[in-house]
């Protein structure tokens, strides 16, 4: 686990919009509670290799996306500033479905079939 000092204690104040907050060499020193809307990379900027970053629907799980092209899918970040990433997080497991997109540092949920947001239980 990383050592918390890692993370300016100004990104801890609540932000507006998502960001990428901190860069670690491996995953195993990603800290194991990250600010609000904030978003760690590991590798460097010229080779980034995961993000991470806690799901938005605040049930406590840890989202881990590939950003190595030669992994499929793999996930780009777009922005940084206002974090932006492509494709879409499609999160499953047995309890519940979350499934959104990171844009202009902003989640926008996508629907199901039946009109509700994911996110919640099933």
């Known amino acids: 686990m990383a050592d918390l000092k890692r993370i300016p204690w100004r990104e801890w104040i ?5 960001r990428i907050v901190a860069v670690v060499d491996a995953a195993d020193e990603i800290p194991e509670k990250l600010p609000a809307k904030c978003a760690v990379l590991v590798g460097t900027p ?3 290799k995961w ?3 806690d799901c938005p629907c605040k049930t406590g799980h840890r989202i881990l996306v590939t950003l190595d092209t030669r992994h499929h899918p793999h996930w780009r970040i777009i922005d940084t500033d206002k974090l932006s990433i492509l494709p879409s997080v499609d999160y ?3 309890e519940r479905r979350c499934h959104y997109m990171i844009t202009g540092g902003q989640i926008i949920w996508v629907s199901n079939k039946k ?3 994911h996110g919640r239980k099933r």
Do not use: I, K, V
């Open 115 to 117: 009109g509700r947001a």
């Open 51 to 53: 993000l991470a970053f």
């Open 14 to 18: 609540p932000r507006r919009f998502w």
């Open 92 to 94: 499953w497991s047995m």
């Open 46 to 48: 010229s080779h980034p």
